[in-house]
C-alpha cells in the first residue's frame, strides 16, 4: 500500500509566478490535510478537505491560496504571485473516512518551494 | 497562539542512554500524538495516546499523558543513532486540527 505521495519534491518559482503541489493520499483515505512548514518550526496547519468539500480552511491566507480535492485526481495546493515569505516545505497528509481529525495523520514526503 | 511546546528545544545524548522529551500544552485536549521528522523529510506517527489513558508503549517508545499537568513525555530507551531526528508533539481539541509544537531536536552520538 503506497504511502502517501506527493509532487513535486522541489519547486522553484521567481516571484509573481503560481505554484501548484499535488498530492496523492494512502488509498482509501478521503481526507486530507494540508501544511506549511518553516525552518526550524512545527507544522502549522492550513487546510482540510474531504473528497470535493473544504472542511476547515481557517489556517489559509486569506489571498492567493487555495485548495481543492477533486472526486478524481491529487489535491491540489495553489499558490498564486507567489512571494519571497512563501518559501516552505509544504505537507499533506491523509487519514482513513473513519474518525477524521480524531485520528492518525499519515505524512507525505512534502514539497520544498523556493520563491526567489 | 502555540498549543503544545516540546521542551528540551535540543537534546544530545551518547548512543545507548535513554532519551526523555516533554509537550506541555494549554487547553483541554480529545489526544495528543507523537511524530517524529528526519532531516528534510516528512513526519512518521509514533504513538496516539487519548484524553483517557495514561500510558502507552510501542517498542522503546513510552508516552504518558498528565491531563492535570496538561503534559506528556516521550521516552525513548536505549537510544540508537538512527533515532537522531526531530521530535513533534500534537495535540486534538474537540474539531480543530492537529497544533504542532516546535519540536525537540534529538542528536544521538554513536
Given at each position: 500500500n503506497a504511502g502517501v505521495m506527493q509532487n513535486p519534491r522541489h519547486l522553484v518559482r521567481r516571484r509573481g509566478q503560481e505554484a501548484r503541489l499535488r498530492c496523492s493520499p494512502m488509498k482509501g483515505h478521503s481526507h486530507v490535510y494540508w501544511y506549511r512548514q518553516l525552518p526550524e518550526e512545527g507544522l502549522k496547519f492550513m487546510v482540510y478537505l474531504q473528497k470535493e468539500n473544504i472542511?476547515?480552511?481557517?489556517?489559509?491566507?486569506?489571498?492567493r491560496f487555495s485548495a481543492e480535492f477533486p472526486k478524481e485526481g491529487p489535491s491540489i495546493l495553489r499558490i498564486q504571485q507567489?512571494?519571497?515569505?512563501?518559501?516552505a516545505a509544504y505537507f499533506c497528509a491523509s487519514s482513513p473516512p473513519s474518525g477524521g481529525l480524531q485520528e492518525t495523520q499519515y505524512f507525505g514526503p512534502g514539497t520544498r518551494l523556493l520563491v526567489l | 497562539s502555540q498549543q503544545g511546546e516540546e521542551d528540551p528545544q535540543a537534546l544530545s545524548i551518547q548512543e545507548g542512554e535513554n532519551a526523555t522529551m516533554n509537550c506541555s500544552y494549554k487547553t483541554s485536549i480529545n489526544n495528543l500524538q507523537w511524530y517524529r521528522q528526519n532531516s528534510g523529510r516528512g513526519l512518521v506517527h509514533l504513538i496516539l495516546i487519548r484524553s483517557n489513558e495514561r500510558e502507552k508503549h510501542s517498542g522503546r517508545l513510552r508516552v504518558t499523558l498528565d491531563t492535570s499537568k496538561k503534559s506528556s513525555s516521550l521516552l525513548i530507551t536505549a537510544?540508537?543513532?538512527?533515532?537522531?531526528a526531530s521530535y513533534f508533539c500534537a495535540t486534538i481539541t474537540g474539531n480543530t486540527p492537529l497544533v504542532f509544537g516546535k519540536g525537540t531536536r534529538l542528536s544521538v552520538i554513536a
Open positions: 472542511i476547515d480552511e481557517s489556517g489559509m491566507p486569506k489571498e507567489v512571494v519571497r515569505g512563501d518559501s | 537510544s540508537r543513532a538512527a533515532d537522531t
